[in-house]
């Protein structure tokens, strides 16, 4: 299984996790009453709405070309990031340790699969260093033309 599939199923198991989750917060939102329930379900909507955006990002995952990959990689991480960020707020309102034990869960899974894509860029650094300094080299090129022309 190549690079990009293999993130790609690391991912939807991510969201898996993730959507398992939300379904538990739903059933503890509707046994929640009192002073919280509506910031409670006012940070559930913003939750619904990260992962409906996670989901997105997972759909162009699956359709991205060999060289639009990396960019569409990157903006997936950081919404899965923003979407952890969410749900430890969310942790916070509610107080529940069963909630936060989850949350907790799911903020290691996704950095656990942060630091497995940082090792597996390490690698392809270390594999293909000339092909590395080379894009590195273009970029700066690029960038050193663009700031001499903005002057």
Request: net charge neutral.
């Amino acid at each position: 299984m190549d690079k990009n599939k293999e993130y790609i199923k690391s991912y939807e198991d991510l969201l898996k996790n993730y959507k398992d989750l939300l379904s538990n917060i739903e059933s503890a939102l509707k046994d929640t009453d009192g002073s919280k329930k509506k910031q409670l379900l006012a940070k559930n909507k913003q939750l619904k709405d990260k992962y409906k955006e996670a989901e997105n990002n997972f759909k162009k995952l699956k359709s991205a070309t060999e060289e639009g990959f990396e960019n569409v990689k990157d903006s997936s991480l950081e919404g899965l990031n923003v979407l952890k960020d969410v749900l430890a707020e969310y942790a916070e309102i509610i107080g529940s340790d069963n909630i936060k034990e989850k949350v907790a869960q799911a903020k290691d899974q996704a950095i656990q699969f942060g630091m497995n894509k940082e090792y597996e860029l390490e690698e392809h650094v270390r594999k293909n260093p000339l092909a590395t300094i080379a894009v590195a080299v273009g970029a700066g090129l690029l960038l050193g033309l663009y700031l001499r022309r903005s002057h």
